[in-house]
């Protein structure tokens, strides 16, 4: 069963920090690039930060050298961590594989990032 379940969201204050968990199954984690996109209120979901099954990753350049994606392979989990939030920042925070499997979506997870 196909699954992506967010977690680690919270409220945080500018120039703060938050990692993100997201858990899935081992066949998506294996077979598939994973990636964590946000939505922010009134906006389309973005693409934030992917990460390759052979380790390779891209970030949007909203936030090259501030976020960080990795994976792990024997939990089946994919991680974002965040430094030095921004008030921009501000939205759901989704995993998925990329390209996406539009079924799937999670519920997210909310970060909010107070100026």
């Known amino acids: 069963q196909v699954q992506f379940v967010e977690s680690g969201g919270g409220l945080m204050q500018s120039g703060g920090s938050l990692r993100l968990s997201c858990a899935t199954s081992?066949?998506?984690?294996?077979?598939?690039?994973m990636a964590w996109y946000r939505q922010a209120p009134g906006q389309q979901r973005e693409l934030v930060a992917r990460?390759?099954?052979?380790?390779?990753?891209n970030y949007a350049d909203a936030v090259k050298g501030r976020f960080t994606i990795s994976g792990d392979d024997a939990k089946n989990t994919v991680y974002l961590q965040m430094n030095n939030l921004k008030p921009e920042d501000t939205a759901v925070y989704f995993c998925?594989?990329?390209?996406?499997?539009?079924?799937?979506w999670g519920q997210g997870t909310q970060v909010t990032v107070s100026s």
């Open positions: 998925n594989s990329d390209p996406s499997l539009p079924d799937y």
């Open positions: 081992g066949v998506i984690f294996r077979i598939f690039a």
């Open positions: 990460v390759t099954s052979g380790g390779g990753t």
